[in-house]
C-alpha cells in the first residue's frame, strides 16, 4: 500500500485487494505485523466452537469466495458480502476489475483456516492464495485475513469495511484469535514464500508497483465514467486554475505530498482526508486518479 507520508509500495498488499475486514496478518512484505500468543478467551472460542461440519462449511465458503476473484466469477462477489452496496465493496470491485485489465486472470492454492468465535455466529478466517499474471509462469504468494458472520438461517456472508460498531470484547477476542500460533504460523509461512520468491525474482517488485499505478489510473477513469459529478463551470475553473478549494488527483499523488503543496504543510494530510473520507474511502493511503478532492474544511 502507499504509505500517507512518504509514498512507497511496501509490498503486495497493493495487489491483494479483495472486499475484507482486516484484523491481522501477513500482507507479505517481508515482516509479520502481529506477535502471535494464544490466549485463554481465544482458546475457549475454539472449544466452545461449532462442529467440524460447520468448520468445513466456513472453510468452503471462503474458498469459493476466493475463487469469485476472477473475470469470470467477479460479478458473483455480491452474493458472498453482507453489504454489497458499501463504498468499500464497489471500491474493491473496480479495483479487481482494473487488476484484470493489466493481465491477472485470479488466484489459486487457496488455503483456508477458520476459527469459531464464542458467539457461534462469527468466524475469523485466514485465507491464503497465489496471485496469477498472464506473463508469469508462478503465483504471487498472498494473505487476507477475513470475517465470516453467520445469519439467522444460516447463511454466511463476509464482513465488509471497518464501520461496523462491535463491543470492545468481540474486538477483542477477534484479535486475540488473529494472534493465535495456527493463524500466525500461516502468516509466517506466506511470508517465507513471498520472500523466497522476492529473492528469485528481484525484478517483481518494479512489476507490481507498475502494476499499481496502472490500477490506479484505471479505477480513477471507472469511476469517472460511473460518476460524472463535474459541472461544465467546475471543468472551466480546472481548466484555467481559478478554483483553490479543490484538488483533481493526478499519477503519483499521494496526500502528504497533496497538503504540502496546496495547504502548505505535509502533516495537514490527515485533515485532508477526514474532509474527503467519502471520496477517498476507508484507506487513506490509496488514491485514484481524476477523483476531485476539496481542500476547505466545512
Not at 491464503?128 to 498472498?142: A, C
Request: some cysteine.
Amino acid at each position: 500500500m502507499f504509505d500517507g507520508g512518504n509514498c512507497r509500495l511496501t509490498g503486495l498488499a497493493a495487489l491483494t485487494l479483495g472486499a475484507v475486514l482486516t484484523v491481522c496478518g501477513t500482507f507479505p512484505a517481508g515482516s509479520v505485523v502481529c506477535e502471535a500468543k494464544e490466549t485463554g478467551t481465544a482458546a475457549a472460542a475454539q472449544k466452545k466452537g461449532t462442529a467440524v461440519t460447520d468448520e468445513q462449511e466456513v472453510i468452503e465458503f471462503v474458498t469459493a469466495y476466493r475463487e469469485a476473484f476472477s473475470p469470470e466469477g467477479i460479478d458473483t462477489l455480491e452474493g458472498y458480502v453482507d453489504d454489497p452496496k458499501s463504498t468499500d465493496f464497489q471500491i474493491d470491485v473496480l479495483q479487481n476489475k482494473a487488476m484484470f485489465k493489466l493481465g491477472v486472470s485470479g488466484w489459486e492454492n487457496i488455503k483456508v483456516i477458520a476459527k469459531p468465535m464464542s458467539d457461534g455466529k462469527h468466524w475469523v478466517a485466514s485465507v491464503s492464495s497465489d496471485l496469477l499474471i498472464d506473463d508469469l509462469d508462478y503465483g504471487i504468494p498472498g494473505l487476507n485475513v477475513v470475517l465470516v458472520e453467520s445469519d439467522d438461517e444460516g447463511e454466511l456472508k463476509i464482513v465488509i469495511g471497518n464501520d461496523r460498531e462491535e463491543s470492545d470484547a468481540f474486538l477483542r477476542e477477534m484479535r486475540e484469535i488473529a494472534l493465535s500460533d495456527e493463524i500466525v504460523d500461516h502468516s509466517n509461512e506466506i511470508a517465507v514464500a513471498y520472500n523466497a520468491l522476492l529473492a528469485e525474482h528481484p525484478e517483481l517488485v518494479e512489476l507490481l508497483e507498475s502494476m499499481h499505478m496502472k490500477m490506479e489510473e484505471e479505477v480513477g477513469e471507472m469511476l469517472k465514467e460511473q460518476s460524472p459529478m463535474k459541472t461544465k463551470a467546475d471543468s472551466e475553473q480546472q481548466k484555467s486554475g481559478a478554483d483553490k478549494d479543490s484538488y483533481t488527483v493526478k499519477k503519483g499523488d499521494c496526500l502528504w505530498h497533496i497538503a504540502e503543496e496546496q495547504l502548505g504543510d505535509g502533516m495537514r494530510w490527515s485533515g485532508l482526508y477526514e474532509t474527503n473520507k467519502a471520496v477517498i474511502g476507508e484507506n487513506p493511503d490509496l488514491l485514484y486518479v481524476g477523483i476531485t478532492l476539496q481542500l476547505t474544511q466545512s
